[in-house]
């Protein structure tokens, strides 16, 4: 009987130990790799990418993130070669402010909110969030994170 108790109280563990939390950790003096936008002034929007090497990248928005992601010009400042030097991708969701890995998230495009960035994704931990989001604020599509391309960034920032 006491293995079975044991067993069900590190199963049960195990549970709530597999449960990451992420952590955005800017400062007020934190500003936006692409826009030099401070992120404290609109922590909503910010987005931050983790490397192996301890370095990380904080934007303004998850379009900045994504032209970052995008760009391996500016990867060399943080002595990156690949995207298998990125450990974790961080969006805040949108309705509760929680940092999420970007790459589970999904993305609204074409909504009437508008980041510091100007027209943007706009994040959210879950599709149904997003679904609702989308339809009370004339979004035209979700996209997951593997959706979403470089030319839709390009397009968000006007340079198609």
Do not use: H
């Not at 990451?20 to 800017?26: E, G």
């Not at 990248?57 to 060399?76: G, H």
């Not at 510091?116 to 009370?136: I, T």
């Amino acid at each position: 009987m006491k293995k079975i108790m044991l067993g069900v109280l590190f199963f049960i563990s195990c549970l709530f130990a597999n449960e990451i939390k992420f952590d955005m950790n800017f400062t007020k003096d934190t500003s936006c790799e692409i826009r030099k936008i401070k992120l404290y002034q609109n922590p909503i929007w910010a987005s931050k990418i983790e490397f192996k090497n301890g370095k990380n990248a904080f934007f303004c928005s998850p379009k900045s993130m994504f032209e970052f992601y995008f760009n391996e010009e500016k990867w060399k400042t943080f002595e990156i070669q690949s995207l298998s030097d990125f450990t974790n991708i961080l969006i805040t969701d949108y309705k509760t402010s929680k940092i999420v890995d970007a790459k589970k998230a999904f993305f609204v495009y074409g909504s009437s909110k508008i980041s510091p960035a100007g027209d943007d994704l706009v994040a959210f931990e879950s599709k149904e969030d997003a679904s609702n989001y989308l339809q009370n604020n004339n979004g035209k599509r979700i996209f997951s994170f593997d959706e979403v391309k470089n030319s839709l960034v390009r397009l968000l920032n006007g340079r198609i």
